[in-house]
């Protein structure tokens, strides 16, 4: 089981590439290890997003956090 606390400290970890950039990515909840996060400031309408997403924000949890098996934006 994917715990919550453990996703928010790696998206703690995350976050200041995005930050970088103007962007940021909040977490909103993790249910059966798909998590789910809001991207904000320049993320937020960034054609790239969905990209930053999968390739930097889910394979970086994945390979922190065991159990995390997607990341969704919502």
């Known amino acids: 089981m994917v715990s919550k606390a453990e996703v928010a400290k790696a998206i ?16 909103i909840d993790v249910v059966d290890g798909v998590v789910k996060v809001k991207l904000k400031g320049a993320c937020a309408g960034c054609p ?9 924000v889910e394979s ?7 159990g995390v098996k997607s990341v969704e934006t919502v």
């Not at 590439?17 to 909040?26: R, S």
């Not at 790239?48 to 930097?56: E, F, I, R």
């Not at 970086?60 to 065991?66: A, D, E, Q």
């Open 60 to 66: 970086y949890l994945k390979k922190k956090v065991p």
């Open 48 to 56: 790239m997003s969905q990209m930053t997403v999968k390739w930097g």
């Open 12 to 27: 703690e970890e995350v976050r200041p590439h995005l930050q970088v950039d103007g962007g940021d990515v909040e977490l």
